[in-house]
């Protein structure tokens, strides 16, 4: 029981009238871990923001419950939830000083003078804040009012940090320097982290176990690499990472049937039957070009789009589905656009995806 | 071929003195009006409070600081020992007291009313701003009255405070302090209303989340965030409302009777029936200072609320 944090139960959430109102959350339910840097992961309008401003206590579910380390915390108002957010906007208060809007949470417990600004120093060290402790939020930069908006939600300790997109308004090089900081101040705190973002990227780089999200559910749960390597659903192929999807048929154990008749091994659920048509997804760095004739299937290239390091070539199967290939840009420079090639594909790559969403 | 480079300059230059002489010469007729109009008048005044009354009325022109020293002080008629000028003072206090009732009652029926506005969704926020503003389009004496006949003795208060049995018979109300009170609180309700609304319309909801986020309960939040955000809108409120109040005229004359006078109705008096414009003006420049000094505090207050950068 206490290993778990959060554990939300069978939560539904609808804004506006039952039946006519908008279905934010669709029956979920998931247990976060304590010390997990845990993330919600989906496209905006997914309900992850819901989820989390639910467990911050700024909404209250429909149906089900939310239960903090044991404790049922459904009707809690925010202020008696040991819970603390980091908000997108920051949200930092304007007529504070950096160190007092570290301090307010603190204060509001009731805390004494002292603990308060030993903690505050304590804090702002961890995010390297302490020389701009007397400075009002408005004479700080993005980054800056973000480690403050992190120093404030931390200082009062709570058992969950919730993250709502905090990196979104950074530019690149600064949103992958806080990643890593954020990874370190949870490791460094060992407070249960739970980070929603829409960036997948972000996502496989931070946490230990990410919930992709979509329309209101969960599609997976699971480690970034299970992920990445074994997605489940077509939602999830398609949206963590890049994938290729072609229609097959089941053929026997750990075979599918592609279009063109051909038998390839794939990674095939056990309840599925022989004959059943099916999804089967491929990631494109596990596709491979082979010269024409060879391969499994075949097709023209249609385009060469160079990364840098890779290239990506589109190959037009002639049944009006294309399979995207990358390929290392410096190995493959006899690929040519138009000419024919054939495909193959990594042992283990290919694998049958559920299609609903 | 060479470029003089003085020439093009100085016909710039004279360009733009042309310029300036041009915008002057636009201004002329608005500069006038504001030194004839405005600035004029209060010379007179000034100028009168350092003169001696005439018998009748007017002025006398014979330097003199009686004016200013009748404001505080009165002589004896018969043995000449100066005493504290107690009716004047009585006067006074009335006038500060009513202003600063009234700013806080405005305050305090203005900061729900405007909370309430400010989370309206669009469409209704304009309606309730339109329900505000309508008493501004009718006459002042008008609506006064109208609440004389409101606050009568047999008017719509006392009827119906009668009518469920919690009175026994019509309670003075006109006439009185609270008289008073009441149609100035009435009068000046919307000048808190609007900028109190301005503030909490700006006012970032998402701090208010925080501020419940970080253990604080609703009156903390109201303290300790929503008050300070909006502070300048409740600062611009309350001087928007004090000053008039404390000049106010028409209010304390219908609904105060000729007995519960304030400043306003005393400088009124003082070149009416007192005959005595030096003390007049020197009321009326009181007031004056009263109102900057009002409204000097406005801008230190307001200022020292932007942190710099």
Redesign the interface.
Known sequence: MSDIAVSAQSITKVFGSLSGGLRALDDVSVDIKTNEFFTLLGPSGCGKTTLLRLI???ETPTFGSIVLEGVDITTD???KRP???V?Q?Y?????LTVAQNVG??LE??GKTKKEITHAVDEVLALVRMEEMAH??P??LSGGQQQRVALA??LA?KPSVLLLDEPLSALDLKLRKQMQIELKRMQMETGITFIFVTHDQEEALTMSDRIAVMSAGRIQQIGAPRDIYNAPTNRFVADFIGESNFLPAEVAEVGMVTLANGNKVPAVVPDDLVTGSKVTVSIRPEQVELDPAGEGVLAGTITELVYFGTDMHAHVDLGDGSVLVARVQAEADRSLVKGEQAGVRFASGGLRVVEDGS | MTLEAGQPRSLEAEATNRRIRRNWLLSLPAILLLLVAASGPLLIVLVYSFLKPGDFSGVVWEPSFNAWFQILFSRDIFDDTVGLADAHLTIFWRSVRLSLSTTLITLVLGLPTAYFIATRSGRQRTFWLFLITIPFWTNLLIRTFAILEMLRNEGIVNNSLMSLGLIAEPIQILYTDTAVLIGMAYVYLPLMVLPLYAAIERL?F??V?????????RL?VFR??IL??IKPGIVAGSILVFVPSLGAYVTPRVLGGGKNMMIGNFIELQFGQGRNWPLGSSLSILLLLIVMAALLFYVRASSR?E???
Do not use: C, W
């Open positions: 911050a206590g700024f108002p925010p202020f819970v603390n957010t908000f906007s949200a930092l208060f304007p007529h307010f949470g509001m417990l400075r009002y408005s004479q404030r939600a009062p | 970032d998402r701090l989340e925080a501020g419940y986020d970080l253990y604080a309960n903390q300790k965030v300070p955000i609320e942190p710099h950068g």
